[in-house]
């Protein structure tokens, strides 16, 4: 028998003691005193009283008091990164031979990871959230419109690569002609 089984085995009678029964049953007694049977719903006077004042602060009471609220970074952080959302969107009227494939892959795997990371932290931040799918959103476009320049000007390429030819054939007739 392992070590452990037997230090559990012996231990037991300790944690089984009058003591620790004796100091629930005084937590049950303190905890359902104020409830009236009630675990987790009060209907005191004094937990009414509490909701009221709590649904009678203004909304910024409110916004100033959460922990995303207005005096902290997880508030600020979002508003400022809205400018870079805001420049991915006026970039749609660029032409998209002037863009930047690399600037905008960034702001697309920026956006989508900061999305998901941004519901595995504490507090969850959904304004960053938010402002990072928009981001991710905007790169995706970006880098789709680029690709499809790219690829056109490839086919352009080809189609213009044939065109110079016939035109050499032509231009090598009519000088056998003319001779």
């Not at 004796?22 to 006077?45: D, E, I, K």
């Amino acid at each position: 028998m392992p070590a452990t089984t037997t230090l559990f085995r012996a231990a037991r009678p300790v944690f089984q003691s009058g003591s620790a029964n004796a100091s629930r049953a005084t937590f049950r007694a303190a905890t359902m005193r104020n409830t009236a049977g009630r675990r987790f719903q009060s209907t005191s006077s004094s937990a009414a009283g509490e909701g009221t004042a709590q649904q009678q602060q203004s909304w910024f009471q409110r916004m100033w008091a959460s922990p995303v609220g207005l005096k902290t970074v997880h508030f600020w952080a979002p508003v400022m990164k809205w400018a870079l959302v805001l420049a991915g969107v006026s970039d749609f009227a660029r032409p998209a031979e002037k863009l930047s494939l690399t600037q905008n892959g960034a702001l697309t795997a920026t956006g989508i990871i900061w999305t998901r990371w941004c519901f595995v932290i504490t507090p969850q931040n959904y304004l960053l959230a938010a402002v990072n799918f928009f981001l991710g959103m905007v790169g995706i476009t970006q880098c789709t419109r680029i690709l499809m320049w790219r690829m056109n000007q490839k086919d352009n390429e080809t189609a213009l690569d044939k065109v110079e030819g016939k035109a050499a054939e032509v231009v090598d007739k009519a000088k056998k002609a003319v001779n």
